[in-house]
């Protein structure tokens, strides 16, 4: 879609973050809104803003886990604007446990809004995004739809459904030939509200000795790396050269740069979970890291010597770009064997 101008976008989860940025820069560009959140108080302030923008907004307070709602809104969009060609399945939260204390319940509601809220908009939009003539489908996925880490099972399940949902989506549309497109948005750590909105399951303080509010101070740390601002733009313009997938932030575009080190956020977040722990069980032979520490690298990849994920947070890029192994000496370092 070369242009937003007199388009009409649908959004949901728009009270916050990028949901809320991505009104904004639409209006900006002259695109008509049909916004929804389930917190009403906030989607009024962003419907203020970008009205500001002299568009046409309307706002709907919506739980995007409930299938006939999100259904009924779609009809009601078409309806309110005579039609509908954007749908960005953008709501979504955060769950930090780990999976074998994980309540079934938290399982639950974070697939019911992380993932099947991104079914239920993509059905139900899409008929009417045919109708429109020209459409696209924008649904968020996260970096952790591409790499899991520890004590993001569920998320990562969720965010990991939403990548295959959309990629499969998006090939079916391609061999139709259809007037409507998808892409698949993979944000790296963005400074919004999901850190403070998630929830942390108690079991983490005993796990690792930190309080829940310590794991939220630190998850948005963590997630201090890309503003939501910047972070709608570079949406916007992967919709523009209709990308299948888009890597937002320079830490999830690190993680599939050929050359680069894993997504520091990544690396950062198991060794978070790893730091006070006490020390792992020995990694056995097959999966041992074998680093032969002060080995210069000469493949343009990762360094050759670091054969498991482990390592690599020990890997850095030499003055002439090529990487070196140091000693992966800190049990900070552990990551769960799984992973290596
Ligand atoms: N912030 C990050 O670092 C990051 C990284 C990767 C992916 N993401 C994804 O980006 C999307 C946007 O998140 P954000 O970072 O802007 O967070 P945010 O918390 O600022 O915004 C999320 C919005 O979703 C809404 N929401 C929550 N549950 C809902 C429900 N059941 N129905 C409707 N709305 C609901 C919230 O009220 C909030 O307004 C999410 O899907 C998130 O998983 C975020």
């Given at each position: 879609m070369k242009s937003f101008k007199n388009k009409v976008a649908a959004i949901t989860?728009?009270?916050?973050?990028m949901g809320r940025t991505l009104a904004v820069e639409l209006a900006r560009r002259g695109c008509n809104l049909a916004i929804s959140d389930v917190n009403d108080a906030e989607l009024v302030k962003t419907a203020e803003l970008a009205s500001q923008h002299g568009v046409r907004v309307t706002v709907r307070k919506l739980d995007v886990s409930k299938r006939d709602e999100v259904y009924a809104w779609a009809d009601e969009v078409v309806r309110d604007?005579?039609?509908?060609?954007?749908?960005?399945n953008n709501a979504g939260v955060a769950l930090t446990a780990p999976i074998e204390h994980m309540k079934i319940s938290d399982f639950e509601w974070i697939m019911g809004i992380n993932f099947w809220g991104v079914v239920y908009g993509t059905q139900a939009f899409l008929p009417h995004l045919k109708a429109s003539g020209e459409g696209h489908i924008i649904n968020t996925s996260s970096l952790f739809g591409l790499m899991a880490v520890p004590t993001q099972g569920a998320y990562n399940a969720s965010k990991f459904g939403v990548r295959g949902f959309t990629e499969a989506l998006r090939m079916e549309l391609d061999m139709e030939g259809a007037c409507v497109s998808a892409t698949c948005v993979h944000p790296g750590g963005i400074a919004t509200n999901i850190a403070n909105a998630g929830k942390v399951d108690p079991i983490m303080e005993k796990l690792t000795g930190q309080s829940v509010d310590a794991h939220k101070r630190r998850a948005n740390k963590l997630i201090n790396v890309t503003t939501a601002e910047s972070a709608a733009l570079q949406i916007l313009e992967a919709v523009e050269n209709n990308e299948r997938r888009v890597l937002v932030g320079n830490d999830a575009k690190k993680l599939l740069?050929?050359?680069?080190?894993?997504?520091s956020l990544i690396g950062n977040w198991a060794n978070w979970w790893g730091a006070g722990r006490p020390s792992p069980p020995a990694l056995s032979s097959s999966t041992a890291c074998r680093c032969t520490c002060g080995t210069p690298a000469r493949?343009?990849?990762?360094?050759?010597?670091?054969?498991c994920t482990a390592c690599r947070p020990a890997c850095t890029p030499t003055r002439a770009g090529r990487r070196r192994c140091r000693p992966n000496t800190a049990s900070s370092v552990w990551i769960y064997p799984a992973l290596a």
């Open positions: 989860g728009a009270a916050s973050g604007h005579g039609k509908v060609n954007l749908i960005f740069w050929p050359s680069g080190r894993p997504g493949a343009r990849t990762t360094c050759p010597s670091c054969c």
